[in-house]
Structures are given as structure tokens and as C-alpha cells.
């Protein structure tokens, strides 16, 4: 249930777990260089069991007897369940009639890759930025523009395309798009989803116009103005259904990656020299099912990975996030944030029931992108114009498509269209 890592008591009530009740426990983990379980099992104080334990480890490890077998005529009284954030939180006990070895799970692995349904990955598929030549780019942008206004234009970005860099990004792609939508004046971007993300990108051919809707943004900001909302596939449903999530982050190095972290304790220090930053996201579940859901999310600050970052406050995680889904463990179905400095980018990984929904296999999560899509963009009064502008963009046919195989509907604030 936790890796080796968790080597003792101490640094497992660290990850947000808590085990009570005066009875010796004892805290049994796989080998150094295995990927394993920790069992926590309780014995009557008299009994000498380490021994025993560590005997009965190896033995279920490496297959020589079940773990049923291993348990049966022992003085184990039970596996207790450890539970997350408040020591109040009822614990239950799980008897080891009903504690499956590892056998099954190797049958659910092949019945998920023999499953005859299909994957995003086959129909509709995902587009490979990478394959795709710097003609191949443009025409897919010039045929995802979802708003044309002059001096505006919004197109429905893939996810995947950066907006600056060395390589093919947004801008070095902006002189062709311009010409491939037959412009006379140059683009420039005005407000743009992330990199990862899909979604909205709004662009201008007018740089007095850019400036006064960047000013707008700021006022809007302040007065903590709704600007931009995204939809997300979410593992895990936030609770409550609704409401706001307002913790500071900061970058922080973690080995050699930078990673943004909660704050949960900022001082006006933090703020002035810049080392935290405000952050507020407001929520809203919209659609629930198999243990995901369709969530709105609505930032009231700009920060990096804001937005995945208070989501796993929720103990939840994007669908497709192979950078912050390793801030979750999970103890008997059970979610808990794990430590800062524990925390690696690493591929997500998914139970077998939600896999076998997907007719994925763990193998291939790699290929998932992160289901966060910019869909609405609110912009203010600008030109002749007199009330603001709604522009939407509909999620990717990839994103859809996962909505159905989760059950997920797809609800009005997706399927709304472009107001003007």
C-alpha cells in the first residue's frame, strides 16, 4: 500500500495517515529493490513476531504460499485500514478472508488488454504534435478558429504546443498563420492556455486593443472577476461539490526538478520578496461518476500548474497529469497527499477498474494527455463594442470521448456556444 520509502511509523503518519489504538503493530514492507506492499498487521503484545513476519513476508512475496494460507492459524487479529486527514475519521477493519493476492490482478491486467472496446488512443486518436511537418501545424490551427472579431481571432489550441521555445512553438508559427488566414497585419498572442493544456488561444493583429484588454484582465483580477473557466476529467471528485480553494504556492526544487507546492503558512514576507504567491481557484462539480469527475474550474490568479496543484488539495488529480498525480497515495482505496520532497513526475497510475472503463493498460498511460481544456474566455468592451465577449471552444474529440467511456455527461457549460 506505500512503497519502501515509508520506513517507519513516524514518516507514515507524515504522508496524513493515522493508526490508533493501543496494540503492537508492526509494519511490514517489501524488499529494497522491489516495488511492494505495506501490511499493517496487529498482534497481541506477547507474541514474539518479528521473526514470524518477516518469515511470512518472503514466503507471500515470492509465491511459495498465498497470503491467505500465510495468515491462516496465526495471531494476527486483523489488517487495519489507515485513514487520511482527521484522527475522528472512523477506521474499519478489513478481514483476511477478503485480502486477495497478487494472482487476480494479474487476470485483470490480460482481460483489460483483451478487452474488445477501444481507446482514445485508437478512435478518436490523439494528435502527435511531433509528427506533424511546420505546414502540417498551421493548417491545423487555421482550421481550429472557433472566433474571428477584427482585430480578434480564438482558436481551439491542441494540447501540446508550447507558446514560446526553441522549437516549433505558437509564435514562430504566427507569420504562417498569417498568411494562411489571409491577414494583412501581423498576429501576437494576447492570452493563451499552458502548454500541456488544451483550449482557448486568443490572438490580435491590434496591439492598442491587446493592451486594453490586458489592462482589463488586471482590474479583473483584482476584483476577483471570472476571466477564464476550464473543464477537467478529474480521478477522484472533489468535496464539497462547490466551492474555493485560496492556499499560496511556490516553486520549490525537488532532486532535480522544479515543482510548485502549496504554502500553507505564508507570511507577508513570503509575499513581499516573492517567494509565495496568492492563488485562488474557485470550483464546481458538474458531473460525477465511477469515482471521476467533470469538474469546472475557475482561477482568480495566474500561477504555473495552479490549477493541478489545488486540485490534489481536493485529493483529486487531472486525467493525463503525469507530474503532480504523484502527489497522492492511496491506502486502501483510500486518498493522502504524500510529502513534498517525496514527490517525483511520474506517469499516472490508474486502478484497474477505471483502466478497463478507458480500455487502456497501464502501460500506455504514458500517451494520455492531461484532460484540462481552456473553454471559456471572457473579454471585456473593446473597438465599438459595448458589452463584453464570451468566446467557448468545445473539448478535443479525445476529451469527449473519455467523457462517455467514464459515464460523465456532458453538460451545458461544454457544449455552450461562442456569445457575442
Given at each position: ?135 502540417g501545424l498551421v493548417e491545423l490551427l487555421a482550421s481550429s478558429v472557433v472566433y474571428q472579431e477584427y482585430p480578434l481571432i480564438g482558436i481551439n489550441k491542441p494540447a501540446g504546443l508550447s507558446i ?257
Amino acid at each position: 500500500l506505500l512503497p519502501y520509502s515509508a520506513r517507519d511509523l513516524g514518516s507514515i503518519l507524515t504522508t496524513g495517515a493515522v493508526c490508533t489504538e493501543a496494540v503492537s503493530t508492526e509494519f511490514v514492507r517489501s524488499p529494497r529493490d522491489r516495488v511492494g506492499f505495506l501490511w499493517v498487521l496487529q498482534y497481541p503484545p506477547t507474541l514474539q513476531r518479528r521473526d514470524r513476519v518477516n518469515q511470512m513476508w518472503k514466503q507471500i512475496y515470492v509465491g511459495t504460499v498465498t497470503l491467505t494460507s500465510t495468515m491462516q492459524g496465526q495471531s494476527c487479529l486483523f489488517v487495519r485500514r489507515l485513514v487520511t486527514n482527521l484522527a475522528s475519521c472512523p477506521l474499519s477493519t478489513v478481514p483476511r478472508s477478503n485480502i486477495k493476492p497478487k494472482g487476480p490482478m494479474h487476470k485483470q491486467r490480460q482481460h483489460v488488454k483483451s478487452s474488445k472496446g477501444v481507446s482514445i488512443l485508437q478512435d478518436p486518436g490523439i494528435p502527435v504534435l511531433r509528427k506533424l511537418t511546420r505546414q502540417g501545424l498551421v493548417e491545423l490551427l487555421a482550421s481550429s478558429v472557433v472566433y474571428q472579431e477584427y482585430p480578434l481571432i480564438g482558436i481551439n489550441k491542441p494540447a501540446g504546443l508550447s507558446i514560446t521555445g526553441r522549437d516549433l512553438c505558437l509564435i514562430s508559427l504566427l507569420p504562417d498563420l498569417q498568411q494562411q488566414l489571409q491577414l494583412s497585419e501581423k498576429l501576437h498572442v494576447v492570452k493563451a492556455s499552458h502548454r500541456d493544456h488544451s483550449g482557448l488561444v486568443l490572438l490580435s493583429t491590434c496591439h492598442q486593443t491587446t493592451q486594453h484588454i490586458e489592462n482589463a484582465f488586471i482590474q479583473a483580477r483584482r476584483k476577483k472577476e471570472v476571466i477564464t473557466s476550464y473543464c477537467a476529467v478529474t480521478v477522484g471528485v472533489p468535496e464539497p461539490e462547490a466551492g474555493e480553494i485560496n492556499i499560496a504556492l511556490k516553486q520549490q526544487s525537488i532532486g532535480e526538478q522544479k515543482m510548485v507546492v502549496p504554502e500553507f503558512h505564508p507570511t507577508a514576507g513570503n509575499f513581499r520578496r516573492k517567494e509565495a504567491k496568492k492563488a485562488i481557484t474557485r470550483y464546481k462539480v458538474l458531473d460525477a461518476a465511477n469515482g471521476c469527475a467533470l469538474v469546472q474550474l475557475q482561477p482568480l490568479a495566474t500561477f504555473e500548474s495552479m490549477l493541478e496543484v489545488h486540485l490534489t488539495l481536493k485529493l483529486c488529480t487531472v486525467l493525463g497529469d503525469h507530474v503532480y498525480s504523484g502527489c497522492l497515495g492511496k491506502v486502501l482505496d483510500v486518498p493522502f497527499r504524500l510529502p513534498v520532497e517525496s514527490v517525483i513526475p511520474r506517469t499516472q497510475v490508474l486502478d484497474e477498474t477505471l483502466l478497463q472503463k478507458l480500455h487502456m493498460d497501464q502501460n500506455h498511460m504514458w500517451k494520455m494527455p492531461i484532460h484540462l481544456h481552456l473553454q471559456r474566455l471572457t473579454i471585456p468592451p473593446f473597438g465599438t463594442k459595448k458589452s463584453e465577449t464570451v468566446v467557448t471552444a468545445a473539448p478535443l474529440p479525445y476529451f469527449s470521448r473519455n467523457l462517455e467511456l467514464l459515464g460523465l455527461t456532458k453538460n451545458e457549460f461544454v457544449e455552450e456556444s461562442t456569445k457575442k
